[in-house]
């Protein structure tokens, strides 16, 4: 069975500094997609970035970036250069097939 | 380019009353997926439908609950008499294919239904 697990509850990190969101995943398919979504306060989901099982470059779209470690299992969200807008509810998310897995996400929260 | 249309935004019922919570995925996507949201907790898969057929409903409470995305107009969530614990906020998501390797899911902003 898939499984998508985010061990960090809530996390902090000051202005203009670059903070990393874990996420490590579980699944027996050898092909899949790992996605992360931003969901502010006002409660939308945002995709952010996407990361192919078998892309050999780990993804960026603009100030976010994919640590993609596969034999790790893991697909750690970057936000570099910080901003006050960040501060929002994160989930990572996998998508082999039917389901898509969600984690129980992180909670950022950006310092002035 | 209209993104996933969700509605209502707000429900409120009271227990034993019916809720149907509507959405019409983005033009030329023929997959929605129906996740639902417990306060603080994270998206929960329930159903995943493509026009006139159930995918998969493994996520999708044995009673009371039923989808359906007929082949003309929007796909519907519905949760016959409702009780407190259904108060969540239910997101719908459209795609345009499916299988590995796939695109991200586009998302609706939710209904939020409250049961009093």
């Known amino acids: 069975a898939q499984k998508i697990t985010q061990t960090q509850p809530g996390m902090f990190v000051q202005e203009k500094e670059a903070v990393t969101l874990d996420c490590t995943y579980d699944?027996?398919?050898?092909?899949?997609?790992l996605f992360w979504y931003k969901q502010p306060s006002s409660g939308e989901m945002i995709f952010l970035i996407y990361q192919g099982s078998y892309d050999q470059q780990n993804a960026t779209e603009g100030r976010y970036s994919l640590n993609f470690q596969k034999a790790r299992k893991s697909a750690n969200l970057v936000i570099s250069a910080s901003q006050l807008g960040d501060s929002a509810m994160y989930f990572c998310a996998m998508g082999p097939g039917n389901q898509f897995y969600f984690g129980t996400g992180t909670s950022l929260t950006v310092i002035p | 380019n209209a993104g996933v249309m969700q509605n209502p935004r707000h429900l409120v019922r009271r227990r034993g009353q019916e809720a149907r919570l509507r959405c019409s995925p983005m033009k030329g996507h023929s997959h929605v997926y129906w996740y639902r949201q417990l306060p603080e907790e994270g998206l929960k898969f329930m159903v995943y439908?493509?026009?006139?057929?159930?995918?998969?409903e493994s996520g999708m409470p044995k009673e009371r609950f039923s989808a359906e995305f007929p082949k003309e107009g929007p796909s519907i969530l519905r949760i016959q008499q409702v009780v407190r614990g259904d108060s969540a906020a239910y997101f719908c998501a459209s795609s345009p294919r499916t299988g590995p390797n796939t695109g991200e899911l586009f998302f609706g902003e939710g209904s939020r239904l409250t049961v009093l």
């Open positions: 439908l493509q026009k006139e057929n159930i995918i998969d």
């Open positions: 699944t027996s398919d050898p092909s899949y997609g």
